[in-house]
């Protein structure tokens, strides 16, 4: 898990802060929904990211709070509707809001919090910054459908994983970088960098989040352990140990695959293990996290980036 | 059914056309979904709205066809997302697009149309249109919450009634108006107009939708009649014939309301009828078109002026 790095510990804490005394809707059960989602935990990299790149330009990260909360809260609200689509129980430990709430609030409290969004953001922020935020709602939504199409398809190409996982995972880290940036006053090319960095970043994340899923129990994940393969996702450790294993280990992962929903992952998992499929997922974050810190290289010498960097290298095992 | 005007006849026209050969989005699935939800129908109000509003202040209707299409799609987006809340099984007489493609599909389907919306509209519209725009969804879901909150309460007042009605459906209504205004080049007070006319329009138009559904043969209305009654929906003509009946009629409503779903409610709907629920509707939607068309009597003289005129007409029985 990523643990809070000393550069940064107190933006942790100025973030919670903020959802603590600052958030409210207009809407009394959104806002219930959506506190009881913040108070169940949650790492806050995005808006973490979002500070740091403000930071890093010698920008107040005080002054750039709301802009960090609004990252994370598009991260909540995809959250929630990700839980009526993945008929989720729980999430970060607690119940999906789906569980308490019923489905029907929660199509709408993740649409509201959307538009809530989008309307302080238009009114709070110049451009680029309100069109950056919709196109990259954009691109989750697009990544989840592509996502939900390759359900269950062994065939995936580690190609199309990463078409994915750009969209649907790594677009968000790199707008909480680039809009950070922006609004840090950052040099164009320091904004460009910074928004690689998140890309990058957001990459190595969702694979190193692929094998928590595998590797991790279901206490410290918050969720049960090999939900993706229950959830006929293809995820990295997969691919991985599909392109590396013998045609036997195939046709286990075909079995499964085309089983009933209950059955247990843990052989395949044991399978994954044994054809290198977790190793080479290492191999790859490791591989993206490096591509995270070169993108850093360009920026001036600072506590901010040298935060980057430490967010970057918890990733590694 | 609300027709087609003499005076706008080809404004309809011009938005279909729009639609036909102008709409696309980055993901293949989601441009078929919203092309078969738009290929099985309906009025294109919102759009015909926008275009009569640019059109009363001497703009071209051609040159806001895309602020127009983008004010139906939202609407769309919200009943792609209102069928998955409703567990809807036909829309505009068509299967729900949750039928054929499945709830998870659609959840992330209105989410990606309302991002993809925002992504184009912070682009290519000045303030504040994109402020205006994602205010009037938030104010959507914020009436949908507040609607589904009041599911079964047979005590729920006219004014709370018509303030879920201003959010769910008005707001749209009242944006369409004032953004086609807005962007016509109308001057403020005109604007003002507008938006109000939009406003009385939209919640006039709430209530003769509520009216059809307790009149209207499913066949004409592409759904199930007495459909708000079998959801437990609290609509006007309920409400006002509850104001109006005697306790007999109070615990025949009772009884339906706390009795299984699918009990038919052809009952309920004669009992309304017979306490007077359904012209006390009638004028209550008369009412709400006369001040729609008070609003219009500031504007200058124009056949646009004429066609929201006859627009709001149409809500009279």
Same mark, same amino acid.
């Given at each position: 898990? &990523?643990?809070?790095?000393?550069? @940064?510990?107190?933006?942790?804490?100025?973030?919670?802060?903020? %959802?603590?005394?600052?958030?409210?809707?207009?809407?009394?059960?959104?806002?219930?929904?959506?506190?009881?989602?913040?108070?169940?935990?949650? +790492?806050?990299?995005?808006?973490?990211?979002?500070?740091? /790149?403000?930071?890093?330009?010698?920008?107040?990260?005080?002054?750039?709070?709301?802009?960090?909360?609004?990252?994370?809260?598009?991260?909540?609200?995809?959250?929630?509707?990700?839980?009526? $689509?993945? /008929?989720?129980?729980?999430?970060?430990?607690?119940?999906?809001?789906?569980?308490?709430?019923?489905?029907?609030?929660?199509?709408?409290?993740?649409?509201?919090?959307?538009?809530?969004?989008? +309307?302080?953001?238009?009114?709070?922020?110049?451009?680029?910054?309100?069109?950056?935020?919709?196109?990259?709602?954009?691109?989750?939504?697009? =990544?989840? $459908?592509?996502?939900?199409?390759?359900?269950?398809?062994?065939?995936?190409?580690?190609?199309?994983?990463? @078409?994915?996982?750009? +969209?649907?995972?790594?677009?968000?880290?790199?707008? /909480?970088?680039?809009?950070?940036?922006?609004?840090?006053?950052?040099?164009?090319?320091? $904004?460009?960098?910074?928004?690689? %960095?998140?890309?990058?970043?957001?990459?190595?994340?969702?694979?190193?989040?692929?094998?928590?899923?595998?590797?991790?129990?279901?206490?410290?994940?918050?969720?049960?352990?090999?939900?993706?393969?229950?959830?006929? +996702?293809?995820? &990295?450790?997969? &691919?991985?140990?599909?392109?590396?294993?013998?045609?036997? %280990?195939?046709?286990?992962?075909?079995?499964?695959?085309?089983?009933?929903?209950?059955?247990?992952?843990?052989?395949?998992?044991? =399978?994954?293990?044994?054809?290198?499929?977790? /190793?080479?997922?290492?191999?790859?974050?490791?591989?993206?996290?490096?591509?995270?810190? $070169?993108?850093?290289?360009?920026?001036?010498?600072?506590?901010?980036?040298?935060?980057?960097?430490?967010?970057?290298?918890?990733?590694?095992?």
């Amino acid at each position: 898990m &990523i643990q809070q790095t000393r550069a @940064e510990l107190d933006l942790h804490a100025l973030v919670e802060e903020f %959802f603590a005394t600052s958030f409210a809707t207009d809407n009394p059960l959104i806002t219930e929904a959506v506190r009881r989602m913040l108070a169940a935990g949650g +790492k806050r990299l995005r808006p973490r990211i979002t500070l740091l /790149s403000a930071q890093s330009s010698g920008a107040n990260p005080r002054e750039h709070l709301q802009l960090a909360a609004y990252m994370e809260l598009i991260h909540v609200a995809t959250l929630i509707h990700d839980d009526v $689509v993945d /008929s989720a129980q729980t999430r970060r430990g607690v119940n999906a809001t789906a569980v308490d709430f019923g489905n029907r609030v929660s199509v709408l409290a993740g649409d509201y919090l959307f538009a809530w969004i989008f +309307k302080h953001v238009t009114w709070e922020y110049p451009p680029p910054v309100p069109h950056i935020l919709s196109g990259t709602l954009a691109e989750i939504c697009d =990544g989840e $459908v592509q996502q939900l199409r390759a359900h269950g398809n062994i065939g995936l190409e580690l190609s199309e994983y990463l @078409e994915i996982v750009q +969209k649907k995972t790594a677009s968000l880290f790199a707008a /909480s970088a680039q809009c950070g940036a922006i609004m840090g006053g950052a040099r164009a090319q320091d $904004v460009e960098a910074l928004r690689d %960095f998140g890309l990058y970043f957001g990459i190595a994340f969702q694979m190193h989040d692929d094998l928590l899923d595998m590797t991790e129990d279901s206490r410290v994940l918050g969720k049960p352990a090999g939900h993706d393969l229950a959830e006929r +996702k293809v995820s &990295i450790p997969l &691919i991985l140990a599909l392109k590396a294993g013998d045609s036997e %280990f195939r046709t286990e992962v075909e079995r499964f695959y085309s089983g009933p929903a209950g059955d247990a992952a843990q052989p395949v998992i044991a =399978g994954i293990a044994r054809c290198g499929g977790l /190793s080479a997922t290492r191999e790859q974050t490791a591989r993206y996290v490096n591509r995270a810190k $070169v993108c850093l290289r360009s920026l001036e010498n600072s506590a901010a980036r040298d935060g980057l960097t430490e967010l970057a290298d918890c990733l590694l095992d």
